[in-house]
């Protein structure tokens, strides 16, 4: 968790998934780690939950992102630092994570006994505990554990991020980390009207998944664009499904003078 001076905070969860595997009962594993999750401007001081010691300050935890596995996710939660800007800091966060359509994974953060930060400006490298706590939705019953290493790159926090290393385990769900599958054109060869230096091309893409169905399809440069004429153009198409699996494709159009 990253704190910073002037009573913002700043947080990146970076979660990547590796291809999960299956267990016996249905239960599903996702490796983290790579994916970045980064902290709104709304992260602010807030009032400290009861029974946290007078002398802690808290701090809201409000970030979005991606998961691959999981699909767009935004964080909530409170982080608690007790004895702020001493040399023995503990740091303390509850924070949900809310899979969109999905439902919610509790987790429970928990930082050595001391942290040494006497001016308040941040920790780089501090190293935190986290477990998987629960869920709800697809995710109810979800375990796992791992740690989070802060990098507090700026020295106050601004351009910080938290990375986790660990698993999550839901008995209830199957985590999708298949992209999906793009169809275009091997290559499109157009003949462009004589004395022309540039023609509109048109062309088709699509996208299906395998658990979403057609999902858009985004190419560079997008059908109805100007290409030269005498040029080869390589068209770059991505998709992605709703677990946050990207697929990219190319294919070349060529525009050839008529003679």
């Known amino acids: 968790m990253i704190r910073v001076r002037n009573r913002l905070v700043v947080l990146a969860l970076v979660v990547c ?20 999750l980064k902290g709104q401007a709304a992260n602010a001081l807030v009032g400290c939950p009861p029974g946290v010691p007078a002398t802690a300050n808290c701090w809201s935890i409000n970030s979005s992102g991606t998961i691959r596995g999981l699909g767009d996710v935004t964080e909530s939660g409170v982080l608690v630092v007790q004895d702020p800007h001493t040399t023995c800091e503990k740091w303390q966060a509850t924070p949900v994570l809310t899979a969109v359509g999905g439902g919610t994974i509790q987790l429970s953060l928990q930082g050595p006994p001391c942290i040494s930060d006497p001016n308040g400006s941040g920790v780089a490298g501090a190293p935190l505990a986290f477990t998987v706590v629960g869920g709800t939705g697809r995710y109810a ?30 008995p209830n769900a199957t985590f999708d980390l298949t992209p999906p599958e793009i169809s275009v054109q091997a290559k499109k060869i157009v003949r462009a009207p004589k004395g022309k230096k540039r023609v509109r091309v048109n062309y088709t893409a699509g996208a299906q998944d395998a658990v979403d169905g057609p999902v858009p399809v985004q190419c560079k440069p997008k059908s109805g664009s100007f290409f030269k004429v005498g040029g080869r153009t390589r068209v770059t198409c991505t998709a992605t499904d709703s677990s946050a699996n990207t697929a990219n494709k190319q294919f070349t159009v060529a525009v050839e003078p008529r003679r």
């Open 17 to 36: 998934a590796l291809p999960a595997a299956s267990a016996a009962g249905g239960s599903d594993t996702l490796q983290w780690s790579s994916v970045v």
């Open 141 to 170: 019953g979800a375990s796992g554990s791992g740690t989070d290493a802060t990098d507090d790159a700026s020295g106050i926090g601004r351009n910080g991020s938290d990375t986790l290393t660990g698993t999550l385990t839901a």
